[in-house]
């Protein structure tokens, strides 16, 4: 089945020290998205790829970086995480607005759930 | 700027009753409209969508929605609960534009159901 994957599932990491989470999709869809999820709360946008053009939401803090080596992987590098970036990560997939049919629907992975020590 | 509300941050219903989710938005172009459910430790998952085609949307697991244009609502229903319906309910709102796929999502609502 199709899908997008998000590895690990849970990730543990100390304070300030960098930490990458992964995600993968096999779904070909041309756009990505990361968002954060806090405790009771909504998800958050951070950045999202269309094809390769990254592009960053105005309020996602300096700390967050991503990359996209190719259309099936993207990955999401915190780079001094603090306390406060405990959360949900949660990746997405969509197909643009020229393709037919499924337009705008964003399809979810599992989430990695970040703790920091 | 669009935005999503949902009203009641926890619902709870009685076993084999209505359930009555509801979401109001605005947007200031014909918008598309989702309801996402979220289990505990779990990815969204997709439950009906509307996109501007019929206005009562049928979704997965007995759900549905029906939009009103006039009172700028998406509420989400189902006829009779059942306990696997525990979840977070999110509604969201995406203007559909090209290359501006963002969605815009309500702060959801937690749906208790009693046994």
């Known amino acids: 089945d199709a899908m997008v994957i998000q590895n690990p599932r849970y990730q543990v990491t100390q304070f300030g020290k960098p930490v990458t989470l992964s995600c993968s999709q096999t779904?070909?869809?041309?756009?990505m998205y990361w968002y954060q999820q806090k405790s009771s709360q909504a998800p958050k946008l951070l950045f999202h790829y269309y094809d390769k053009d990254f592009n960053n939401e105005a309020d996602t803090p300096d700390n967050f970086q991503s990359r996209r080596p190719n259309t099936s992987f993207c990955f999401l590098d915190i780079r001094s995480p603090g306390l406060g970036d405990a959360a949900m990560y949660l990746c997405?997939?969509?197909?643009?607005?020229?393709?037919?049919?499924?337009?705008?629907?964003?399809?979810f992975g599992p989430g990695t759930r970040l703790t920091v020590l | 700027a669009q935005s999503v509300t949902q009203l009641g941050s926890h619902v709870s219903v009685s076993e084999g009753a209505l359930v009555l989710l509801r979401c109001n938005y605005s947007?200031?172009?014909?918008?598309?409209l989702f309801w996402y459910v979220q289990y505990p430790n779990q990815g969204l998952q997709l439950l009906l969508k509307y996109t501007s085609a019929a206005t009562l949307v049928k979704g997965i697991n007995g759900f549905e929605a029906e939009f009103k244009k006039s009172e700028t609502s998406f509420h989400l229903t189902k006829p009779s609960a059942h306990m696997s319906d525990a979840a977070e309910y999110f509604c969201?709102?995406?203007?559909?534009?090209?290359?501006?796929?963002?969605?815009?999502f309500g702060t959801g609502t937690r749906l208790t159901i009693i046994p």
């Open positions: 969201a709102v995406s203007d559909g534009g090209f290359g501006n796929e963002k969605l815009t």
């Open positions: 997405a997939t969509s197909r643009d607005a020229l393709w037919q049919g499924d337009t705008d629907t964003q399809y």
């Open positions: 947007s200031s172009v014909p918008p598309y």
């Open positions: 779904l070909n869809h041309n756009v």
